[in-house]
């Protein structure tokens, strides 16, 4: 079974940056693509990015086109969130997930416990 660790949120200003990261454990190759989510308070689970494993070729929402990158580092199993010009409504809790068959499916199996991201000066 694939086990997803999720870290880095924390407290940013508005226009400031961030990094998260994502490390798989176990069996990794049900993790074949890699995708971030966030929960906003009361607000449904949006994706924000995906990310192949094997090519490194990524997908990202328009509410955060250009301001976020997505990338990975097999050799370590983690994949990382970097997040560029923070605003007030990118708060929220950040997930990962991992899945099976391409970042164009909604199947993700596979879940991270989430790390908070909170914007506020």
């Known amino acids: 079974q694939l086990q997803l660790v999720a870290s880095g949120g924390g407290l940013v200003q508005p226009g400031g940056s961030l990094r998260l990261s994502c490390v798989a454990f176990?069996?990794?190759?049900?993790?074949?693509?890699i995708g971030w989510f966030r929960q906003a308070p009361g607000k449904g689970r949006e994706r924000v990015s995906c990310i192949s494993m094997s090519d490194g070729s990524a997908r990202y929402a328009d509410s955060v086109q250009g301001r976020i990158t997505i990338s990975r580092d097999n050799a370590k199993n983690t994949m990382y969130l970097q997040m560029n010009s923070r605003q007030p409504e990118d708060k929220g809790i950040y997930y990962c997930?991992?899945?099976?068959?391409?970042?164009?499916?909604?199947?993700?199996?596979?879940w991270g416990q989430g790390t908070q991201v909170t914007v506020s000066s």
């Open positions: 176990g069996a990794t190759d049900e993790g074949n693509f």
């Open positions: 997930a991992a899945n099976p068959d391409s970042c164009g499916s909604d199947t993700f199996i596979y």
